[in-house]
Nanobody
Framework: VQMVESGGGSVQAGGSLRVSCKAS???????????MAWYRQAPGKQRELVGT???????NYAESVKGRFTISRDNSRKSIYLQMNSLKPEDTALYYC????????WGQGTQVTVWGQGTQVTVSS
C-alpha cells in the first residue's frame, strides 16, 4: 500500500495551503485502525513528524506548527488532510503521510514552498 500525497504548491509567507493524502489501495478497516501522521523533510535535513491523528480524530502537533496547522481525516475515503495557515519560509519542505509507525510504503510526497515577504530595495542617484 503506497500513500499518494497531493496539493502542494508555492505560497507567500502568511498564506495558506491544504495538502491531501490517500491510501488508495489500503483495506478500509486497516486504514481506519491506524494512527496516521504527516511528516516533512526540508533540504539537507532529516524527516520530521508534523502531527498525528487517531481514528477518532484526536490530534497532536509538533511545537513548530501548533496553532497554525490542522490535521483531519476522512476514514470512508481512506484520506487525511493537512490545512496549513500562517505559513513561514521555514515550513518549506516535502510533505509526506504515513501511519505513525511507517506501516505503509512511502509516497513521493508533495512539495510546499513558502516565499518570504521580500525586502524593498530603492536605488537613487
Amino acid at each position: 500500500v503506497q500513500m499518494v500525497e497531493s496539493g502542494g504548491g508555492s505560497v507567500q509567507a502568511g498564506g495558506s495551503l491544504r495538502v491531501s493524502c490517500k491510501a488508495s489501495r489500503a483495506i478500509t478497516s486497516v486504514f481506519n485502525s491506524k494512527i496516521m501522521a504527516w511528516y516533512r523533510q526540508a533540504p539537507g535535513k532529516q524527516r520530521e513528524l508534523v502531527g498525528t491523528i487517531t481514528r477518532l480524530s484526536d490530534t497532536n502537533y509538533a511545537e513548530s506548527v501548533k496553532g497554525r496547522f490542522t490535521i483531519s481525516r476522512d476514514n470512508s475515503r481512506k484520506s487525511i488532510y493537512l490545512q496549513m495557515n500562517s505559513l513561514k519560509p521555514e515550513d518549506t519542505a516535502l510533505y509526506y503521510c504515513n501511519s505513525d509507525t511507517g506501516d505503509f510504503a512511502w509516497g513521493q510526497g508533495t512539495q510546499v514552498t513558502v516565499w518570504g515577504q521580500g525586502t524593498q530595495v530603492t536605488v537613487s542617484s
